[in-house]
Structures are given as structure tokens and as C-alpha cells.
């Protein structure tokens, strides 16, 4: 009967480490060195303090990413505003078809003339908007 709760107790449980982490350091830092290790240990994206002072220790490369919240901002809006540019010019072919077909030609060349003076408006934000991104990717995207 020993020799059966014997082998019980070897069989259940969690199964021993070939090569367990059994020593152990302490260090401490003052106030400046603790914010620069936080910054770090946030910068590499590690879940755990050991594993990250271990990598750091041993040298292990540490990729740090950096995510400009403003940049990302920036480029969804701009890419909004493309999808309504384009939605746009996909709606321009449809409407001077719709208005040669149901107004007469002397209406037809009005609403024209209106449509053109639009599209150059829009011709004109465009290179705008082009004028902003472009000065935007030397000041803030080039950097990096």
C-alpha cells in the first residue's frame, strides 16, 4: 500500500524543471534610475520584470517601438479624406451623364459650368492637402 501512495505523489503535481532558476539577486535603485528602468521596461513591450532585467543583463537585442499617436491621427484623417475624393470622382462620370441626359442643353451647360467651378475648387484643396502631407512627412515622419 506504501509503495502505491509513493507512486502517487511522484506522479501527480507539476513536473520538475531540468534546469530550475534557483539563485537569486536583489538590487537596488534610486529615483532616476527607477523612472529610466520603468521607461525602459514599458519601451520593450515585456510582460515580465524578470525576463526583461534578464535580456538586459545578457544582452539579448531589445527592439524598442515607438507609435506617434499624432502621426497615426494624421494619416487616418488623410486617408478618410482620399476615400471621399475618390468616392468623388467615381460620382463625377454619373452626374454629367444624368445631367446631359435629363436637362436640356442650355440648363445642362449651367449646371456644367457650376460643376466645373466645384471641381476646381477641389483641384486646388487637393494640391493643398498634398502641400500639408508633404510638410508634414519632412517635419515629423522622416525623424525616424
Known sequence: MEAKSENRRQNSGRKPKTNPAVHRYGIKLNDDENARFTTLFLQSGMNEKARFIKNMIFGTVMKTVKI?????????????????FQAIGNNYNQTVKAVK???????????LYKLEKTTT????LSKKIIELTQEFEQKHLRNF
Open 101 to 111: 441626359t435629363n436637362f436640356s442643353e442650355k440648363r445642362a451647360l449651367a449646371l
Open 121 to 124: 475648387q477641389l483641384i486646388v
Open 68 to 84: 506617434d499617436k499624432a502621426a497615426m491621427d494624421y494619416y487616418t484623417r488623410l486617408t478618410n479624406f482620399y476615400a471621399q
